[in-house]
């Protein structure tokens, strides 16, 4: 089954995103903790399948606030969770896999994200 077909991902400015692949490298949008899980489910029945290795020790998840305010984007534009209400059910020691590594920052396509959006917008501003 395909990622995108197996979790509900994010909506933002009425789109649905799921996933992203970049070349050897793939982003899952989760917006629960059961969405993690199942795309771990399904990323490791694809490894079995395809003889591919998951790089364990890049695995990497980024807990965020998109506070969509903070950055001047109308609240009812997106519905990407705030960290406040994930922190209530989705803290560091619940993760279905223990190889999944819980970050501040999370670096993609040379742009780092944070768990606050003001302060990716300053850490990747025109300067950076």
Known sequence: MPIERGIDGIEHYGKRIQVRAYVDDLVVFASSREDVRRACEIILE?????NARINKGKT??????????????????????????????????????DWITQVDELKILRITFSSETK??????????
């Open 119 to 128: 302060t990716t917008v300053k850490n990747n501003g025109k300067d950076s």
């Open 60 to 97: 990497k998840l980024l807990v965020t606030q998109w506070a969509a305010g903070s950055a001047g984007v109308p609240e009812a534009k997106s519905s990407i969770p705030r960290k406040s209400n994930l922190n209530q059910s989705l803290s560091k020691h619940t993760w279905p896999y």
């Open 46 to 50: 694809f490894c079995a399948w395809t």
